[in-house]
């Protein structure tokens, strides 16, 4: 038995059968990351001795006839971005090198609750700013599926881990498309749950409004399994909702009204992916659901609505590393204070952070506020209003996550442009609050004298907080896909 093969449900089985230890679990993770890692470059961390610990804790429990949890003794890894106490938190800058969490976030203490193994902290674009992973100041993350490849981003060393199976599952966060893009393109399974449905205490704020903490996982049920565990209220932030008694959907494809919106098979999107994403489609509609097309007419502006409010709330969330209180401080060739700040913040951050830092700034500043960011907020309602009505006629919405599969390293990191256009299927979910979720639905061809197959993902976006129903829609596509 590979046991770095094995998914949530089939790891816990063998853990309660007492087929394997947890410690054996653990190690054999640590194995893989080993023999892949160096490779790969998912992890930026691992916590070896923390994880052994763990697992020795839940084989006490299961040799002294203890029940054990759904996620009990399963290894996970952890994006660069969430604070686990005692250990690095960088979020792949080089401003926090060398800043130690001090307490855990939420949604780690949930885990540690559930009784989760961590092995250790994975790579990411800077301030999860990117799409590539190749804005870490700590070296690229390889596309496990073609390592001449980006694994997506922002949280392209989470996807990466769970695709290498160098984890069994691993959490990412998503401010426009950075669990879902990396997700498709690495071919596993990823969350963006509804703004508010999970907390954000203890992830540290790119943009606070757009934010969220998602699972990548290797299946369906994985994924629900996890978003289970971490979800809920939490009075430690004040953005986190307090749901009602969950909503359970009764999923009878007869009478699933699946909806797609013409502006996302437009010019622009890879032929091969469009082929893919509307045979998975067909299939779910020669299934029983009922298909119509339906139209999201502000979604065309939702990018440029994304890159003037995300940057402003960046501007905002930044200002607090000033070489003062904590991270890099440039304290050489300075004369006076204003030198600590401009030199720390100058070398500390890499060009993506300072592009958007400036570009937020500029936005804010007087006389541009309203021109900007205010519009900005107002096209934000208007896409929110998209949502809404689409939704009074449809159940789902099914699209692509990306309009491209995994691209080369190299290919768009020169033009800010063509990077930003990667997210253009994802930003308008976070815009509006809605959760999606990205499910593998095939693979492309790659090109000519190339070996391997390109993964690429469907999109499956229901109404805020049905999550469930949305949980539902992806375990029927992935039984008919498989």
């Known amino acids: 038995m590979e046991l770095a093969k094995l998914n949530i449900v089939r790891a816990h089985k063998g853990l309660k059968n007492k087929e394997f230890s947890a410690t054996e679990l653990a190690q054999a993770f640590l194995a893989q990351i080993e023999k892949r890692d160096k490779d790969i470059h998912a992890y930026l961390a691992q916590t070896k ?22 996620l009990e003794g399963i290894p996970c890894a952890i994006k660069d971005v969430i604070l686990l106490e005692g250990v690095k938190c960088t979020a792949g800058s080089k401003i926090l090198e060398n800043y130690s969490a001090p307490y855990d976030a939420t949604v780690i203490e949930r885990l540690k609750k559930a009784g989760a193994v961590f092995l250790g902290k994975t790579n990411m674009d800077e301030f999860a700013m990117g799409s590539s992973t190749e804005n870490s100041a700590y070296g690229v993350t390889r596309n496990p599926r073609d390592l001449e490849r980006v694994p997506g981003g922002s949280s392209g060393g989470s996807a990466a881990a769970v695709a290498a199976d160098e984890c069994v599952f691993s959490l990412g966060s998503d401010t426009g498309g950075s669990i879902r893009q990396p997700a498709s393109f690495c071919g596993v399974v990823g ?82 992916v469009e082929e893919l994403v509307k045979g998975a ?19 065309e502006y939702a990018l440029a609505c994304y890159y003037i409010i995300m940057p402003c709330e960046v501007s905002a969330n930044l200002a607090r590393y000033d070489g003062i209180k904590y ?39 007087a006389g541009y506020y309203d021109a900007y960011y205010l519009k900005a907020q107002k096209v934000r309602t208007k896409i929110l209003e998209d949502f809404t009505k689409a939704f009074n006629k449809v159940d789902v919405i ?13 290919e768009k990191i020169d033009d800010p442009i063509k990077m930003y256009l990667s997210d253009i299927y994802t930003v308008p979910i976070n815009l509006a609050g809605v959760p999606a979720l990205s499910i593998p639905c095939g693979n492309v061809s790659p090109p000519a004298g190339e070996v391997g197959k390109l993964p690429v ?26």
């Open 398 to 410: 099914l699209t692509p996550v990306s309009p491209t599969p995994p691209f080369k390293f190299g």
């Open 191 to 272: 969350l963006k749950p509804t703004y508010g449905a999970v907390s954000r205490y203890g992830l540290m704020a790119m943009a606070s409004s757009l934010d969220q903490i998602g699972p990548f996982a290797k299946n369906v049920q994985d994924c629900k399994t996890v978003f289970d565990a971490i979800k809920g209220r939490d009075t430690k932030d004040s953005t986190s909702a307090v749901l009602e008694q969950e909503v359970k959907w009764q999923l009878n494809l007869k009478d699933l009204r699946v909806g797609l919106p013409k502006e996302y098979f437009a010019k622009g999107i890879d032929p091969e």
């Open 327 to 365: 991270g890099y401080s440039e304290i050489n060739n300075v004369s006076n204070l204003l030198d600590v700040y401009l030199k720390s913040r100058q070398r500390g951050f890499g060009a993506e952070p300072r592009r958007r830092i400036m570009l937020g700034t500029y936005a804010l500043s």
């Open 49 to 70: 001795d923390l994880a052994l610990a763990q697992a020795k804790k839940v084989d006490e429990k299961i040799a002294a006839g203890g029940e054990i949890g759904d």
């Open 457 to 482: 993902g469907l999109q499956i976006i229901g109404k805020h907080f049905s999550e469930d129903l949305i949980f539902k829609v992806a375990q029927t596509v992935e039984n008919l896909l498989l």
């Open 281 to 299: 489609i067909k299939k779910i509609e020669a299934a029983g659901a009922q298909v119509q097309e339906i139209s999201l007419p502000y979604s």
